[in-house]
């Protein structure tokens, strides 16, 4: 993907990952501090519109113009509610609306992120029901397909610009190593950021509609891992992207497409151990309750 200057900013902690603020458009005079200025007062309210409707209209801009741009989380609904003057329904069901629309996908517990909007003319691409984990590693087989072939483009195609949006991904995602959520959505840009450097428009299109349901830590609770655990995994997971990415910059497409493959099944192998020892726990917990013994 092709770099350009980012309009939102952007604010990271060890305890919290990179949150898009609302970036505000250029004030009319020195003392204005409006988030946006086509809305009066920075706050909803158009006498012929409902407040959920211009909300959509507000974030929907943002989204289409990348002030927020796809991978990055959107700001907290208290901070939406802060700046647009509304209530907390409206922000969900703004939310829900822009889901709808595919801008933006939800995941409870991790956050609401932007998507790639930037897709019209391409395949459509329902989206996924991951309920469970056969699902789970049906995706990871397919995605060890159709990465594979990606990267291996992508080593061939790529630009110095897309090049540094992998790189950036990749600084992003070692920064928030000991929170397992974190990684979430600089693991997203990653991979995004392969798909737009194939130069074929059908490879981010697939991976924006999949949207973060390619990242199994959306769909596997980790809770039952201690940090030292989850701070491994996640170490090994940086590596491998390492390894992509080294292949990618030195434009070596086999090494590119073997790496790409090698973390996808590797992936997929790693999914496959936790679901299978987070059934365990499950089992021995239910045989262990109150009032019965572990035979």
């Known amino acids: 993907m092709t770099s350009t200057s980012v309009t939102a900013n952007t604010t990271c902690t060890s305890y919290h990952p990179c949150v898009s603020e609302l970036p505000p458009t250029a004030p009319a005079s020195p003392t204005a501090t409006e988030p946006d200025a086509a809305l009066t007062g920075g706050r909803l309210g158009h006498p012929s519109k409902g407040l959920t409707h211009e909300l959509v209209e507000a974030l929907g801009t943002r989204l289409r113009e990348r ?30 609306r822009l889901q709808a629309a595919g801008l933006v996908q939800t995941h409870h517990g991790v956050g609401t992120f932007a998507l790639d909007s930037h897709s019209d003319g391409g395949f459509k691409l329902a989206g996924p029901s991951i309920d469970n984990a056969a699902d ?18 992508a080593a061939r195609r790529r630009t110095e610009d897309q090049l ?5 991904a990749l600084d992003d995602f070692a920064q928030h190593l000991a929170v397992l959520g974190e ?17 074929n428009r059908y490879y981010p299109d697939l991976m924006s509609q999949l949207g973060l349901t390619v990242i199994p830590r959306t769909r596997v609770s980790s809770s039952w891992l201690d940090v030292e655990r989850r701070t491994q995994h996640l170490q090994k997971v940086h590596q491998e992207h390492q390894d992509i990415y080294a292949a990618i910059e030195r ?12 973390h ?17 726990g499950d089992l021995i ?8 013994e572990l035979r």
């Not at 540094?164 to 950036?168: A, D, F, T, Y």
């Not at 434009?251 to 090698?262: E, G, Y």
């Not at 099944?265 to 059934?279: D, I, Y």
């Open 264 to 280: 996808l099944v590797n992936s997929r192998e790693r999914q496959r151990l936790a679901h299978a020892q987070r059934a365990a």
């Open 136 to 153: 789970m590693l049906d995706l990871l087989e397919l995605r060890t397909s159709i990465e594979s072939s990606a990267a291996s483009l």
């Open 67 to 96: 002030a927020i741009k796809p991978g990055d989380k959107l700001p907290s609904e208290s901070r939406i509610m802060e700046t647009f003057g509304v209530s907390r329904s409206v922000v969900r069901e703004a939310l829900s």
């Open 164 to 168: 540094r949006e992998m790189r950036s």
């Open 183 to 199: 990684t979430v959505a600089p693991d997203f840009r990653f991979h995004l950021a392969i798909s737009q450097a194939t130069g």
């Open 251 to 262: 434009r070596d497409a086999d090494a590119a497409r073997a790496a790409m493959q090698i």
């Open 285 to 292: 917990d239910s045989v262990t309750a109150p009032g019965r």
